[in-house]
Structure formats: C-alpha cells, structure tokens
C-alpha cells in the first residue's frame, strides 16, 4: 500500500483539527477576554484564570502558560528599558539615586502592566493552536 493510499484511508480530520484563527486569539487575549467569544473575561484575579468562560462555556482550566508570560515580560522590558536608560544617563547625567528611582519605578509598573496581557495573549495562542486540551470543544 502506498503512502497516498494509506492517507486517502484515514478519515477526514483536517478539518476538525485546523488552526483557529491566530491574531483575532491573541489580541483578546491581550484584551484580558476569552479567546473563543472576546466577551468573557479570562481572568478575574490579577493573573487567576477562570476555570471556563462566563459568556460562551469555553473550558479554560487546562491551559499551560506556566512561566511564558513571566520570560516574555522580563525580555520586553528589559529590552526597553536598558537603552533608555543608555540614553537618559549620556544625555542628561542624573544623580544616582535619581536614575536608580526613576527606572526602578519605570521597569516595575511596565512589568505590572504587561504581564496579564501577555498571559492573556500565551492563553489566546494555545487555543488558537489546539494545544493542552483546547482542541476538544470548539
């Protein structure tokens, strides 16, 4: 039997198993809402995330996202804020402990701020490719 036989055999589960749509999942994950509906809210604690969506029933418990948005939030900041830094201490020669304050400021509030979302958008990017039992339910 060849290899085109065997494929033609098996059934037809490329539809059932497609990738969902990619950007509409992460941007309302980014959002902070479910990636299924982008009603529902995907987290109702700073970063807990709701076990299923209060909108459309879309299970949510199972996602993986572990230490991916922590990772993504240190690369992005810090790759932000290590060349403004570079600059504001060429430029304008601060005091120490003005620098230190102010970035130190800067890099924690960045972080707060980017964190949830990006969890949101790991969450959005697992649904949208079927990944840790989100391929079950549509």
């Known amino acids: 039997m060849t290899q085109s036989q065997i494929l033609e055999s098996l059934p037809d589960q490329t539809e059932a198993q497609t990738d969902r749509p990619l950007k509409p999942a992460l941007l309302k994950g980014w959002r902070r809402k479910c990636p299924n509906c982008g009603s529902g809210n995907l987290l109702h604690a700073y970063l ?22 922590a990772y ?14 570079h600059v504001v201490f060429t430029t304008w020669r601060p005091e120490p402990l003005t620098l230190f304050t102010i970035f130190a400021v800067g890099c924690t509030g960045l972080s707060l701020y980017l964190l949830p979302r990006i969890k ?6 697992q649904w949208a490719r079927r990944m840790h039992g989100f391929g079950d339910s549509d």
């Open 120 to 125: 949101g958008a790991v969450i959005g990017f």
């Open 48 to 69: 807990k995330v709701n076990d299923a969506c209060s909108i459309c029933e879309q299970p949510l418990h199972h996602h993986r996202a572990d230490d991916a948005p």
């Open 72 to 85: 993504l939030t240190i690369l992005i900041v810090g790759h932000l804020m290590a060349p403004l830094l």
